[in-house]
């Protein structure tokens, strides 16, 4: 059965979408998937399912739309999609809590860079469905513009190494 990791979009940051994870978890469970777990407060849950990929995502989508009144956007990658975004996290210097990494529902369009404006020096490159940002003087306060990143859902480095750790025990956990 595969691993999923789902990020759900404006949860749970700065008031907007509140969503306890035990809640989360409990949605989860209801639609069937197991070995459900979340991590930290932001929207993140691993969990199993038989489901495919559109099954899983429609089905928690329809879910989260239910209990919030709307859906918060959902973005789901497998274990090994997961290593594979850590493992090729560039800007090998930077300080893992300031290289966010964005994950969007598809791939940005060829011209994703071309409207970027980066004032604080920070550095971009895009990858399949995810878009990796060193923010040096961090993002709290950055000016930095990229309409690309619109419809995704951003975490620090750290935090996809962890989800990634995560999703990688739940994986070997299964043999």
Not at 27 to 45: A, H, K, M, P, W
Request: net charge negative.
């Amino acid at each position: 059965m595969p691993v999923y990791v789902a990020l759900l979009r404006a949860v749970n940051v700065g008031g907007t979408g509140t969503l306890p994870m035990a809640d989360l978890k409990a949605i989860c469970e209801g639609l069937g998937f197991t070995d459900v777990r979340t991590y930290i407060q932001s929207g993140n849950v691993l969990f199993r399912s038989e489901l495919s990929e559109a099954e899983v995502q429609t089905g928690l989508e329809d879910a989260l739309a239910e209990r919030m009144g709307k859906a918060p956007g959902v973005i789901l990658r497998s274990e090994k999609e997961l290593q594979k975004i850590v493992d090729k996290a560039p800007f090998a210097n930077a300080k893992p809590n300031l290289l966010l990494v964005t994950f969007l529902p598809e791939p940005p369009p060829a011209d994703a860079l071309d409207k970027l404006v980066a004032p604080d020096g920070e550095e971009v490159q895009v990858s399949c469905r995810e878009i990796y940002i060193h923010f040096p003087n961090g993002s709290g306060k950055s000016k930095l513009k990229l309409p690309a990143l619109k419809p995704g859902t951003a975490r620090n480095l750290n935090t996809v190494r962890k989800l990634a750790e995560l999703a990688a025990e739940l994986e070997e956990s299964r043999t």
